[in-house]
């Protein structure tokens, strides 16, 4: 049995119409670059379900967001969800960030100082963005720019999309809070695995998993920043679908990402 599960969160309220964000997590194969493809649109029912498609709704998600989980004996009989949100919707780039993003004109901000400054790929630390040494930069439009690969972090990128097209590198010499890196504090789904609680979040409008490290309030994220992608986030959904093993939503004020 092959499944794909959609995640559907409001993205922004524009004036009396509201525009969604559509996840599709598919199963993760060695020569796929993203993990899940995302769409926006208005809310909409996913119709027509092709005979031989099992559906449902999952619950405990978080209020305001929708989990559907669709199965069936082949992927190509999943293509359909792919179709239907390509010609009802429009695709959103892992590249290029929307305008209808609420922080758009703080990310343009952004990036405009730093093709000022022309950095090229110079390091900048978290430190010296917290005092401002980068006008108009946040830790969190800098974690958008990241996700949107204009900056960098250090790792294991070898040849991955973030590297070649990077402006700047970010370098943590500091933990970041929570609150500098999760689009919200509160998290669309938790449970326990691997006995400790992993929760789905977003960071930059890309969802992420959330992993607590056992020490109050310490995390970490997967995939991280940068990262190529993998199978954890489909996985989750998985073993969420199959047992349902909910665990209270963490509460993140005071939590650090390491």
């Known amino acids: 049995m092959h499944c794909f599960y959609l995640v559907t969160s409001p993205l922004k309220i524009l004036l009396k119409s509201q525009i969604y964000q559509y ?145 700047i590198a970010l370098l943590g010499d500091v933990q970041v809070s929570a609150s500098e890196m999760l689009d919200s504090l509160h998290p669309l789904l938790s449970m326990v695995g691997e006995q400790r609680v992993v929760s789905l979040v977003y960071v930059a409008g890309f969802l992420k998993l959330l992993f607590s490290l056992g020490q109050d309030d310490e995390y970490i994220i997967s995939p991280r920043l940068g990262d190529p992608p993998n199978r954890h986030i489909h996985k989750f959904l998985y073993d969420f679908d199959q047992h349902t093993k909910v665990a209270p939503k963490p509460n993140l004020k005071s939590a650090y990402i390491l």
Request: charged fraction near 25%; proline fraction near 5%; hydrophobic fraction near 30%.
């Open 23 to 167: 996840n599709i997590i598919k199963p993760f194969h060695q020569d796929i670059k993203d993990e899940y493809v995302r769409f926006e649109g208005p809310k909409m029912k996913i119709a027509p379900i092709p005979n031989g498609v099992k559906y449902r709704s999952l619950p405990q998600i978080t209020l305001g967001h929708n989990l559907m989980s669709y199965c069936a004996e082949s992927e190509a009989h999943l293509s359909f969800l792919e179709a239907f949100l390509e010609k009802n919707t429009r695709r959103r780039s892992s590249k290029e960030i929307s305008p209808t993003e609420t922080d758009y004109n703080a990310y343009s901000n952004c990036i405009m100082s730093i093709n000022d400054k022309n950095f090229g790929i110079t390091q900048i630390y978290i430190s010296r963005i917290r005092k401002n040494k980068l006008p108009n930069c946040t830790v969190k439009v800098l974690m958008k720019a990241i996700s949107y690969r204009y900056a960098r972090v250090y790792g294991n990128h070898k040849g991955y999309s973030h590297q070649g097209l990077a402006r």
